[in-house]
């Protein structure tokens, strides 16, 4: 497996956790103390961060750090976007299309050679 492979696989899991870990007490800690969700979120960006700071140190062997870093945040909107349909169960907009149309534009100028 490319190494380009291995860091976008860990980075798409790191991206679950991260996206639970941000966005998922919204949904099943919303009556309980903020503090209470704060502590959850960080148990659960914990297990982010496991994964996340490999994927990073694999990535960059042979990603520049520009590189990775666009390649993060359309990993982010790509789970993200789904995580809100389904998971939160928010309308699907028009404007997240228009997001992917940006950020394929930042890949493209990030990863020209």
Same mark, same amino acid.
């Not at 497996?1 to 492979?5: E, G």
């Given at each position: 497996?490319?190494?380009?492979?291995q860091a976008?696989?860990?980075l798409v899991l790191s991206n679950f956790f991260m996206t639970f870990a941000w966005y998922g007490h919204l949904?099943?800690?919303h009556d309980k103390k903020w503090y209470v969700a704060a502590i959850a979120s960080w148990g659960i960006a914990l297990f982010e961060y496991l994964i996340q700071v490999p994927a990073n140190r694999i990535g960059f062997t042979s990603l520049s750090l520009a590189q990775l870093k666009i390649l993060q945040e359309v990993i982010t909107l790509s789970v993200f976007v789904p995580f809100?349909?389904?998971y939160?169960?928010?309308p699907v907009k028009q404007d997240y299309f228009y997001a992917?149309?940006?950020m394929l534009g930042a890949?493209? @100028?990030? @990863?020209?050679?």
């Open positions: 497996m490319s190494v380009t492979l976008v696989c860990l949904k099943n800690l809100s349909i389904y939160m169960h928010q992917m149309l940006c890949v493209y @100028f990030i @990863f020209r050679t």
